[in-house]
C-alpha cells in the first residue's frame, strides 16, 4: 500500500499551488498510485529540474530548477502528499481518498492548522515528543507514515511562505539518531510557482529545500518552478506548466530521482 500526503503552503485556497500540487497527486492518480480529492485550489505548470518549461507565465511566487528538478516534459503522475499552508475556506479535515488498490493519498493546507515556531529546545532529540502542543505532532505521524511527500509553496520575499517555513523548521523533529530512520529515503517533490518571470527568483526556495531534504537524507524526485503566474489561476492558461506538473507526478510513482 502506498500513501501520498500533499502539503500546501499558499494563502489562496485555488491557486497557482494548490492547483498545481493538485495536479501532480492528479496524475499519479492516473499512474493508478491513488485517486485524491482535490483540497479546493488551482492547478499549474512550471520548470523541473532546472528544465525550464518555455519558461511559462503564470503569476504568484518566484520558483527556480535545482538539481532533482524535471522540466515541464519531465513530470506528472506520481504518489505523492500535498500541504498547502492557505488560509481561506476551512479544511480542519484533509481529504483522504483511495484510490486503484489500497493506494490512498491526502491534501492538507497548513493554513488550517496551528504549528508554532520551533523553540530550538531538542527536547525531541532525547527521543521525547516536541514540547509543542499544536497540530505539527499529528503531522508528524502524518509524515511517517506518508510513502511520498509533495510540498507546495508559492514566492513571498524571495523565499517560501512563513506557514511552509514553520513546518520546515519543525523537521528538526527528525535531526536525530531515534527519528532520522522514519524520514530516510523517503520520496518528495516540491512545487513553486511564483509572479517574476524570471527563473532565478525561485531558485533560492528550490535550493532551500533541496539542502534540508539532502541533509535529512530524503530522496527528492523533482522540483517544478512556475514563473509568471501571480494572479489566482494564472496556471490552468499555461499548460505546458500543467504538462509539468504531470510529468513530475509519473516521474514520483516511479520514484525516479
Not at 26 to 50: H, I, L
Amino acid at each position: 500500500m502506498k500513501h501520498l500526503l500533499g502539503i500546501i503552503g499558499s494563502p489562496r485556497r485555488g491557486g497557482n499551488t494548490h492547483i498545481l500540487v493538485s495536479r501532480v497527486v492528479e496524475a499519479a492518480a492516473a499512474c493508478g498510485v491513488a485517486a485524491v480529492r482535490p483540497a479546493g485550489g488551482e492547478s499549474g505548470g512550471a520548470a523541473v529540474s532546472g528544465v525550464s518549461p518555455g519558461r511559462a507565465a503564470g503569476k504568484e511566487a518566484s520558483g527556480e530548477n535545482a538539481a532533482g528538478r524535471l522540466s515541464a516534459a519531465d513530470t506528472a503522475n506520481a504518489g505523492s502528499s500535498v500541504v498547502d499552508g492557505m488560509t481561506r475556506e476551512n479544511t480542519a479535515t484533509p481529504g483522504n481518498v483511495r484510490g486503484r488498490g489500497t493506494d490512498t493519498a491526502d491534501l492538507v493546507f497548513l493554513a488550517d492548522l496551528r504549528i508554532e515556531e520551533c523553540d530550538g529546545c531538542h527536547v525531541c532529540w532525547k527521543g521525547k515528543p516536541c514540547i509543542k502542543k499544536d497540530d505539527m505532532n499529528g503531522l508528524y505521524r502524518r509524515i511517517i507514515e506518508a510513502d511520498v511527500l509533495v510540498l507546495g509553496t508559492p514566492v513571498y520575499w524571495y523565499g517560501p511562505t512563513a506557514a511552509m517555513k514553520a513546518f520546515i523548521d519543525r523537521f528538526v523533529y527528525f535531526n536525530c539518531p531515534q527519528n532520522r530512520k522514519k524520514i530516510r529515503d523517503k520520496r518528495v517533490a516540491v512545487v513553486i510557482p511564483f509572479e517574476e518571470e524570471k527563473m532565478d527568483t525561485g531558485e533560492f526556495v528550490a535550493s532551500f529545500f533541496t539542502r534540508c531534504f539532502s541533509y535529512l537524507e530524503m530522496k527528492q524526485v523533482g522540483a517544478l518552478i512556475a514563473p509568471g503566474v501571480g494572479e489566482r489561476g494564472a496556471v490552468l492558461k499555461k499548460p505546458e506548466i500543467l504538462e509539468a506538473a504531470a510529468r513530475l507526478g509519473r516521474r514520483l510513482e516511479k520514484g525516479i530521482e
